[in-house]
């Protein structure tokens, strides 16, 4: 701890010496000027030295980032702002930080190979077509190493996704209150305002993760008349999916792609043969169109509620997959992802710029680890 605290204060003392981009960094986390604490403090995250001598004395940790939408116009939900997606990633490449594909992650972490730096990653799930036009790009351009997880089914064109049907209908529905029934489960539903709507499309989604998978259509339909919008009708513009052709080009630029499963229901919900279909369909399918899909699986939503450790089993039997990534938030070591590859924690990207700098960082691994 000793030589801990000589290196931050060794790098404290040279704030001064900052350069151009670090100086931009600071003025955009602590706009109304900063004080010296905060300012060592800062300086102890960003420090290329703190941060590599961290990596050792800490173990070699990778932060791996999730990210979904780009921020849509209407706000109907929360998305990526793509300048703030390419600041963050102009900071870590001043602060020395390693780029590597999830696959790369995994396949070093299983082989004992040490990085040099600090490592982030770069994920997507879902597969629509405005995460290619908006935020893959901007990945590719600084050679991020990008990983896209898609919803097989959705972009084959045989049907959207049950979350985003609700996503969808909850935004756009023209009522204001609604009392809805489904299963003895009463629901007051409030669509006055977009914060309540965001309330509401939360609450639906909840408990359509509990649900099998035959009663899950029955709810989504009869929500959907419910709110008066059309149960069979085609995805809005604003969910319009990404193609394979579309996803091939992205893929001869530097894209990986790798499974998210085929419909986007959570495998708590479904039996292990369900299970199994989904898997193995998805994964010939991404086969069949590109050219070298992912061997890492991403598990529709992901969090803990979603999945357990027997469907971990059911990924790891396929015999193709190394490792699968879920929704739980966390900085992760290499030694933890060689003990449980197919339990590899993700962060979902920040909504500001100071909240990356301190997810990247080796105080984020260590307070995870807490």
């Given at each position: 701890m000793g030589a801990i605290l000589l290196h931050i204060n060794s790098a404290a003392s040279a704030c001064m010496k900052m350069s151009a981009i670090h100086r931009a960094?600071?003025?955009?986390?602590?706009?109304?000027?900063?004080?010296?604490?905060?300012?060592?403090?800062?300086?102890?995250?960003?420090?290329?030295?703190i941060a590599a001598l961290m990596n050792i004395m800490v173990g070699h940790y990778a932060t791996i980032y999730m990210i979904h939408r780009p921020r849509p116009r209407d706000?109907?939900?929360e998305g990526v702002s793509p300048e703030l997606l390419e600041e963050c990633i102009v900071y870590a490449k001043a602060a020395g930080f390693e780029f590597a594909s999830i696959d790369e992650v995994i396949e070093k972490a299983r082989n004992k190979q040490k990085p040099d730096r600090p490592?982030?990653?770069?994920?997507?799930?879902?597969?629509?077509?405005?995460?290619?036009?908006?935020?893959?790009?901007?990945?590719?351009?600084?050679?991020?190493?990008?990983?896209?997880?898609?919803?097989?089914?959705?972009?084959d064109g045989i049907d959207w996704p049950w979350d985003s049907k609700?996503?969808?209908?909850?935004?756009?529905?023209?009522?204001?209150q609604l009392a809805f029934d489904f299963n003895n489960h009463a629901f007051a539903l409030d669509f006055s305002e977009p914060h309540a709507r965001r309330a509401s499309r939360r609450q639906l989604t909840r408990f359509g993760k509990s649900l099998p998978a035959a009663q899950l259509e029955q709810y989504v339909t009869a929500l959907l008349s419910a709110l008066d919008v059309e149960p069979h009708g085609p995805a809005p513009a604003e969910y319009k999916p990404s193609t394979w052709d579309s996803l091939r080009k992205a893929e001869q630029a530097g894209l990986r792609i790798g499974s998210h499963a085929c419909s986007h229901r959570v495998f708590a919900a479904l039996s292990d043969a369900q299970i199994q279909q989904e898997l193995q369909r998805a994964q010939a399918v991404l086969a069949r169109e590109l050219v070298n899909p992912s061997r890492v699986f991403c598990y529709p939503s992901g969090t803990l509620n979603d999945f357990s450790l027997h469907h971990t089993q059911l990924v790891k039997d396929t015999q193709f997959f190394i490792g699968a990534v879920t929704s739980m938030p966390g900085n992760?070591?290499?030694q933890q992802i060689a003990q449980q590859p197919f339990l590899v924690k993700r962060h979902s990207f920040p909504a500001s710029f100071d909240k990356f700098v301190r997810y990247s960082s080796w105080l984020e691994y260590i307070r995870s680890r807490i």
């Open positions: 960094c600071w003025a955009r986390v602590y706009p109304g000027g900063f004080d010296p604490m905060s300012r060592f403090f800062y300086r102890a995250l960003a420090s290329k030295r706000g109907a939900y490592t982030l990653c770069f994920t997507l799930d879902d597969g629509y077509e405005d995460q290619l036009e908006q935020l893959v790009p901007i990945l590719l351009k600084h050679q991020c190493k990008p990983t896209l997880f898609t919803i097989v089914d959705m972009v609700i996503s969808a209908a909850v935004w756009n529905t023209p009522q204001k992760i070591s290499q």
